[in-house]
T-cell receptor, first 114, second 113 residues
Framework: NAGVTQTPKFRVLKTGQSMTLLCAQD?????MYWYRQDPGMGLRLIHY???????AKGEVPDGYNVSRLKKQNFLLGLESAAPSQTSVYFC?????????????FGPGTRLLVL | QQQVKQSPQSLIVQKGGISIINCAYE??????FPWYQQFPGKGPALLIA?????SEKKEGRFTISFNKSAKQFSLHIMDSQPGDSATYFC????????????FGGGTRVLVKP
């Protein structure tokens, strides 16, 4: 049981390049989330999904797209990276069931955009 | 608009002392209030959580106090240990609305031996 895994762990991009971050969970969770973490600002929600084939915008969605084609995977895409997207990205998942609200986080992806 | 405000930003406590972190929220629809612990280079991990129908929850050395009327909640770490040195985040969510977490800005806690 690996929980939530993220790939890659670290990436350097040049401005304008594109990339996809992959999140996978093996807990059969319905909900999945992408957050970004910047110093002094906590974590902020980028996009989330309440089920396979559904996605929705969070607090800071601009410049990102997501897809959830399979229940266990949630992809975060950057079409044209900007230096402002330099951050640590965390994926999380949680159950839809009552009293099982815990969000489990992955280890993060560090992204540097030059 | 920061819906969850956390203080202090950093905290130094002696081993055996008490660490207290405070959070205030604005949205009265929030109905789930977790605290996360994060070590450098790692993802956040749930420490303890509370729902607004109780005023206090204790798990080992960690206690959440919740004041619904004041829209405030706090984390108390009793008998602080060097291994507790980490960044702590409070958060809040509306469980029926996708359980999306709104985080506070974080508190870096250093426990000196």
């Amino acid at each position: 049981n690996a929980g939530v895994t993220q790939t890659p762990k670290f990436r350097v991009l040049k401005t304008g390049q594109s990339m996809t971050l992959l999140c996978a969970q093996d807990m059969n969770h319905e909900y999945m989330y992408w957050y970004r973490q910047d110093p002094g600002m906590g974590l902020r929600l980028i996009h989330y999904s309440v089920g396979e084939g559904t996605t929705a915008k969070g607090e800071v969605p601009d410049g990102y797209n997501v897809s959830r084609l399979k229940k266990q995977n949630f992809l975060l895409g950057l079409e044209s990276a900007a230096p402002s997207q330099t951050s640590v990205y965390f994926c999380a998942s949680s159950s839809i069931s009552s009293y099982q609200e815990t969000q489990y986080f992955g280890p993060g992806t560090r992204l540097l955009v030059l | 608009q920061q819906q969850v405000k956390q203080s202090p930003q950093s905290l130094i406590v002696q081993k055996g002392g008490i660490s207290i972190i405070n959070c205030a929220y604005e949205n009265t629809a929030f109905d789930y209030f977790p605290w996360y612990q994060q070590f450098p280079g790692k993802g956040p991990a749930l420490l303890i959580a509370i729902r607004p129908d109780v005023s206090e929850k204790k798990e080992g050395r960690f206690t959440i106090s919740f004041n619904k009327s004041a829209k405030q909640f706090s984390l108390h770490i009793m008998d602080s240990q060097p291994g507790d040195s980490a960044t702590y985040f409070c958060a809040a969510s509306i469980r029926a609305a996708g359980n999306k977490l709104t985080f506070g800005g974080g508190t870096r806690v250093l426990v000196k031996p």
